[in-house]
Each structure stands twice: as structure tokens, then as C-alpha cells.
Nanobody, 121 residues
Framework: QVQLVESGGGLVQAGGSLRLSCAAS????????MGWYRQAPGKQRELVAT???????NYADSVKGRCTISRDNAKNTVYLQMNSLKPEDTAVYYC???????????????WGQGTQVTVSS
């Protein structure tokens, strides 16, 4: 019913930048929160940043000051600008949305397939 497609991952040197994008499509009635999470090998998935429909944002301490999350509500798209990347930022980055579908009542979580970000030292 809802598909999230991420793009923008890749290989970058430490200190470099990447911009991730995630477009939601399908039978979408409304999206409240959109966000980015990441999972490094052998570790649990963790929050990177979230943005509410109002524009309010929330960041993990590990990325504060280096990452900026934004969204285009008209396009159901969320972005993550990542600067001053570090090797410890290497992970698969997943997009998430809290979505109500057409004809639905409740909000459900949807996830993208993930995009690999690799930061070399």
C-alpha cells in the first residue's frame, strides 16, 4: 500500500558529505512523522533523525550539528543532509514513515529497503 524508496547512499571519504532522499508513494492519506534510522554491522537499528509534519525535528546526539533532516510534504519526501561524515557513520540507512492510508483509520509504520553509506578513513 505504501512504498518508501531511498536514494543517495554511497562511498565517501571521512569529512565528506552525502544527501539521502526517501520518497513515499502509494495509497497515502497522511504522513505525520518521517525519519531516518541506521544499522551498522552487528549493531541494533538506531534513530538518526525524525521530522514531524509541523517541521519540528529530533536528532541523535551522535549526529547533532552534522546532519539536517528536511521534508517536502507535497512530494511525501524526506531528506537527510549529512556533513563531516565519520567512519562510524558507516551503516545501512533506512527511511521510516508514520502513515495513514486512504480508507484507513490507524497510523502504521512503513520502512524503506535501506541504502548503504560507507565512510572511509
Amino acid at each position: 500500500q505504501v512504498q518508501l524508496v531511498e536514494s543517495g547512499g554511497g562511498l565517501v571519504q571521512a569529512g565528506g558529505s552525502l544527501r539521502l532522499s526517501c520518497a513515499a508513494s502509494g495509497s497515502i492519506f497522511s504522513i505525520s512523522t518521517m525519519g531516518w534510522y541506521r544499522q551498522a554491522p552487528g549493531k541494533q537499528r538506531e534513530l538518526v533523525a525524525t521530522i514531524f509534519s509541523s517541521g519540528s525535528t529530533n536528532y541523535a546526539d551522535s549526529v547533532k550539528g552534522r546532519c539536517t533532516i528536511s521534508r517536502d510534504n507535497a512530494k511525501n519526501t524526506v531528506y537527510l543532509q549529512m556533513n563531516s561524515l565519520k567512519p562510524e557513520d558507516t551503516a545501512v540507512y533506512y527511511c521510516n514513515s508514520h502513515t495513514v492510508v486512504h480508507g484507513g483509520v490507524f497510523e502504521y509504520d512503513y520502512w524503506g529497503q535501506g541504502t548503504q553509506v560507507t565512510v572511509s578513513s
